[in-house]
Structures are given as structure tokens and as C-alpha cells.
């Protein structure tokens, strides 16, 4: 291996870019194995295929063709007529897993959802003794702020903001960025004081809310840095889901964590805007006295897929997905 690179941020230099830069003349005569099909477009970037012909590539292997309608294509075709080896599939599975978010944007307009809950055997997120205690373990919590790293934005009720008074950071060991912050309040009732804005970091904060909430509010927001998205409300007065996971798809957000409580897990699962969910199980019973993690009834059920199964410390990790991933219309070329 002579180079390697990921796509680090929006409007940034593409995986293929950094990869050829650090391989140099070593790229000349080589193969270049990438998990989506490199891009064939002036966007904020010039086109990748015409810098992998630049660089002499040999044989290229792409795991999955571009999914998104509203990018032109062509990327394949272009190395192909530039006397290129262009290999479609390698290792497909794996890629379609690491760009799951990417996927769902692209074809669904919205950032892929994951709902994060710590818990008991018995199923509740709350009503342990002692009340001070974490139900999880340090090493479920040092994975949550991995989750956390891999996700773009973090999302939270204004009922889990008040009891919590959560910063909403990123505070792990390796490097990495705070998650963009948001908070669902169709009241207005978040207080300026609360901890995420006057805890340094440079991720922005969001804000949505609907007309029952007064300017007066709004302005006190803005004041500490917080933005404030007000949207109509829904038919029982709160904050459409499906509106903010439109105007976060808006953003370029391609994932959400959520870590609310049981009302906004209830709320994504009803809605079925909840594409994964990530259950931290403590080896602990709670008893009547705990709340259960999903406020509501679903009907019809959901049926889940267990991918993964992980043990931290005493916890177990479950991660399920639960609906199929989107697919585009064009396949394999």
C-alpha cells in the first residue's frame, strides 16, 4: 500500500484525492480500491476520475456505484474509455455498511437515524438505585462516546435536557469532533443557562420549535449561540419529526444519534424514521418503579435485525436495524 485517504469533510478533497497525494509517482502502474464510485463532476471539487488517469492508475476496484439521483454518474464509463481496468463489487457488503448513512441521505432526503438506550435486563432507562449511578458501565460508556465521534449531529427532548443537563460532546480518547447539537422544543422552554451553551466547542446548536414559542424565548437563544428553527406543528403540538430530519438532510447531516428518552424513541419508532438502534443492557433489574425505554404503542410491531452482539465490561451491546436499506433504481454497471 502506497496511499490511502477518506473524505474528510464537505466541499473537502475527496478518499481518492488524499490517497493519490500521499502515494506520489508509487501511484503510476497501480491499483486503486475505493468504496464508492469515484466522481465523474465539477462540484466543489474537480472530478476524481480525471485525477486517478492523471496518476497512471492501472486497474481500479469500486465496491458501490454513486446511489444519489442527483449526482451525474459517468465515473466508471470515464476510466474505462481512459483504458482503465474498472472492477464493480469488490467487498460490496462491507462498503454498503460503511456508507449506510451516505445511502440513506442520498435516496431518503434525511440523515440515518440510530437510537441509543442504556438499560436494564427488564427493559427500563430509568428507577435504579442508587438514583445517582450510571445504569452503564465506564466501558459502555467510553463506546457511547465512539457513537458519538461516528455520527454528525446528537439529539435530545427538551424533557432530557431539563433533567440531564447533558453537554452533548464528544469526550473520548481518540480524535475526533463534537456532534452538532439538537433539541427538540416545540414550547420554547430550554433554558439559556443549560450546559451546551457555555461548554466550549465550535459544533453548532439547533434549536427546533414551533410558533407556540415566544420571540422573547428565540432572542435568548440567539444571545448564548444557540439557532432556532421554528417549523408547524404537528397534530398533537409538537415538532415534526419528518420536518427536522428534512431541514437536517438540508444541512448535509447524513446521521443523527438520538439519546433522548422514551418519548422521542417512541415518537422516531411511530414515525419510522429510526433506521438502527444500539441497546446497552446492565445486568440489573429495576422492577415496576422503571420506565420502559418506548413511550406509546407501536402498531403494527417492528421487526428488527440483530447484526451485532458485543460485550463492555458487564454490559452487552445489541446493535439491530430497523428497516432495509434504501436502494437506488440503477445497478451495477
Known amino acids: 500500500m502506497v496511499g490511502q ?80 481496468t474498472v472492477t464493480v463489487g469488490t467487498l460490496e457488503a462491507e462498503a454498503r455498511s460503511l456508507n449506510r448513512p451516505f445511502i440513506t441521505w442520498s435516496l431518503r432526503a434525511r440523515p440515518m437515524v440510530t437510537l ?10 430509568s428507577g435504579w438505585e442508587p438514583r445517582d449511578r450510571y445504569v452503564s458501565s465506564k466501558e459502555s460508556l467510553k463506546a457511547v462516546h465512539d457513537l458519538r465521534r461516528a455520527h454528525d449531529a446528537i439529539l435530545v427532548g427538551v424533557k432530557t435536557l431539563a433533567i440531564d443537563d447533558p453537554v452533548l460532546t464528544y469526550r473520548g480518547q481518540g480524535i475526533g469532533r463534537d456532534p452538532v447539537r439538537v433539541v427538540l422544543d416545540s414550547q420554547g422552554r430550554t433554558s439559556s443557562q443549560a450546559a451546551l451553551f457555555h461548554t466550549e466547542s465550535k459544533a453548532p446548536t439547533l434549536l427546533y420549535t414551533t410558533e407556540a414559542a415566544s420571540i422573547e424565548w428565540e432572542r435568548e437563544i ?20 419528518t420536518g427536522v430530519m428534512e431541514d437536517l438532510g438540508a444541512r448535509q447531516v447524513l446521521s443523527v444519534l438520538v439519546e433522548g428518552g422514551a418519548t422521542i424513541h417512541g415518537a422516531f419508532l411511530q414515525a419510522g424514521l429510526a433506521d438502527q438502534w444500539f441497546g446497552f443492557v446492565s445486568p440489573l433489574f429495576v422492577g415496576n418503579t422503571g420506565l420502559s425505554m418506548v413511550d406509546g404503542t407501536l402498531s403494527p410491531s417492528i421487526q428488527a435485525e440483530i447484526v451485532e452482539c458485543k460485550r463492555y465490561g458487564p454490559d452487552l451491546m445489541i446493535r439491530a436495524w430497523l428497516q432495509e436499506e434504501p436502494r437506488p433504481l440503477k445497478g451495477l454497471t
Open 5 to 84: 485517504g477518506y473524505h474528510r469533510r464537505a466541499g473537502g478533497a475527496h478518499a481518492e484525492v488524499y490517497a493519490l497525494r500521499q502515494a506520489g509517482a508509487a501511484a503510476a502502474g497501480g491499483s486503486l480500491y475505493v468504496t464508492l464510485e469515484p466522481c465523474n463532476h465539477q462540484g466543489r471539487t474537480p472530478p476524481c476520475s480525471e485525477a486517478i488517469v492523471k496518476a497512471g492508475i492501472q486497474a481500479v476496484h469500486v465496491a458501490m456505484i454513486d446511489p444519489n439521483p442527483k449526482v451525474p454518474g459517468g465515473g466508471i464509463d470515464y476510466l474505462r474509455d481512459h483504458g482503465i
Open 116 to 125: 441509543k438506550v442504556a438499560l436494564s435486563l427488564d427493559g427500563k432507562i
Open 222 to 241: 440567539f444571545s448564548v449561540g444557540g439557532e432556532v428553527i421554528r417549523l408547524p406543528a404537528d397534530a398533537s403540538g409538537r415538532v415534526p419529526l
